[in-house]
C-alpha cells in the first residue's frame, strides 16, 4: 500500500499538473480582478489588529524560492528512485499536514515585481514595483530595484505588535526589517540555502545570528520567519528548466526544510508553527533571439528605435525606446503620446512569429500591471527573446507562460488536503496574516485563502 505522504503529495501533484495542462493552452491572464474581501478581511478597513482568539499559528515559516516552477513538481517521485527524480522526504512529510496547489503570479514575472506582489498582497498596479522599463521622467532604462508604494506584510506584522525575521528575503529589507533590529531583524550571510538556512535554526534555538557584522539575538522565536533561496533560478538562468542540476537543487532544498522543521520541534513550537513554500516565478528555455528582426520590424513601421539597458539614456533621434527581453516598448519625445503611431507600432511587432502577445495600455489595465510601463510590453513566443541569441539554451521568466508556481500551505492553522482554490500571489500576505491572527497588509488586494485553514 502507498504511504500516505506519498498519496497526498501524488494527488497533490496530480491536482496542480492536471491545472497546468487544463490552462495552459487558454493562456491564464492574472488580470481577473480579485475576489470580493469582507469588510473584515479588508485592509483598508481592518487596520485594528484582530483579536487574539483568530490566532490559528504562533509563528508562520516562510520559504521563498525564486524560480521555483510549478513543473519541478513532477520531477518529484514517489520515493521509487526514479532516475532523474528528486526524494523530497521533507516536503512530502509537510504536506501530510497541507497541501500543494499551482499558485499563480503577476505581469511581468520577473522576481522583484513577483515578490512584491507576494510580500504586500497588492497588484503591480498598487504596489507599483517595476522592472526593465522605460521612465520617462528621467529618461532612462531601469532595472530592478525596491521601490514599493504599500507596506509589506512585514511592515504590518510589525505594525500590529508582532515580530519578523528574515534571512535574505531581501524585498523585505528596511520595509519590516533590518540590519541590528531585534523585532524585525534582517540577514544578508550570503552564500547558499543552507547558510540562510543556518540563520533560521540559530533563531529557532535562541542563538544570536550575524547582521550584517554584528550579533543579535531576535526577540524570542518571531511571529514570522522567512528564508529566501535563489539556487533554482540561478540553475534555471544558466541551462534552463530542464538543467539536469535542478532534481539535486530541490533535494537540498528538502534538507533545508528538514532542518527547519526538526528545528521547530527542538524549540518545542512545532505544534503552532505554519509553514507556507512558494516562488516568486516559472522559468522556461529559450535558444533563440528576435532582437534584429524586432528592430527591423519597427524600424519598417516608419520609428528609429534603439534597445536601452539599466541606467541607459537614448540617443539624439530615438523615438522608440527598447527595454528587457519580455520588452517594454514606448514611443518619445515629439510623438509619445501619438495614439495612431502606437496602434501601427502594435501591429508591425503583433506581425512577427516570434511574438506571443502585445499588450497595450488597456491590456496592462487588464493585467493589473505596472502603470510604470510603456505604451506597449511585447511577449514573445516560448524558446524567444527579444534580445540576442545565447550560445546555449538559457532560461527565462517575465512572460504569461513562467506565471506558475507552487504554494504549499501546512502546519498549524492548516487543514490537511483542504487545496485553496486558484491562488495568487497577492493572497498570500493576506493568508499568512490571518494565520497569525493579524489585518493584512493595508494595501493587500488578495483575499484569505480561508478554504485551507482550519476554522
Ligand atoms: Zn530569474
Known sequence: MMPLSRKILAVSIAAATVWTASTAAAAPLPGTPPTTVTASESARTATVPAAPSTRRADHVVLLALDGFDVEYLDLVRDGDGSPGAAEMPNLRALLREGSVTTSSGVMTSITNPSWSSVATGAWPETHRNTAYWFDAASNTARGQQRDLAVPTIAQSVREQGGTVFSAQWFILQNYGVTFGDPDGLYTQPGGDCARRTDDVVSVLRGEP????????????????????????????????????????????????????????????????????VTGDHGMTTFDKGFAAEGLAAIEAAGFTPQVLTSGQTPAAGTDVAVVGGVADVRIIGERAGD????????????????VRNVFDKADQRRLRMSPNYGDLVVEPEPGWSFGPTPATPAGRHGATTELRVPLVLAGAGVRPGAHPRGPRHVDVAPTISALLGYAPPSGSEGRVLREALSR
Request: glycine content about 10%; charged content about 25%; proline content about 5%.
Open 339 to 354: 495614439r495612431a503611431a502606437v496602434r501601427r507600432l502594435e501591429r508591425a511587432l503583433t506581425a512577427l512569429p516570434q
Open 209 to 276: 545570528v550575524s547582521s550584517n557584522g554584528e550579533l543579535v539575538r531576535t526577540t524570542g522565536i518571531p511571529d514570522l520567519i522567512t528564508v529566501y533561496c535563489d539556487t533554482l533560478d540561478a540553475i534555471g538562468h544558466a541551462g534552463g528548466d530542464a538543467d539536469p542540476r535542478i532534481p539535486g537543487a530541490l533535494e537540498d532544498i528538502d534538507r533545508q526544510i528538514g532542518r527547519i522543521v526538526a528545528a521547530t520541534k527542538e524549540a518545542g513550537v512545532h505544534e503552532d508553527t505554519a509553514f507556507v
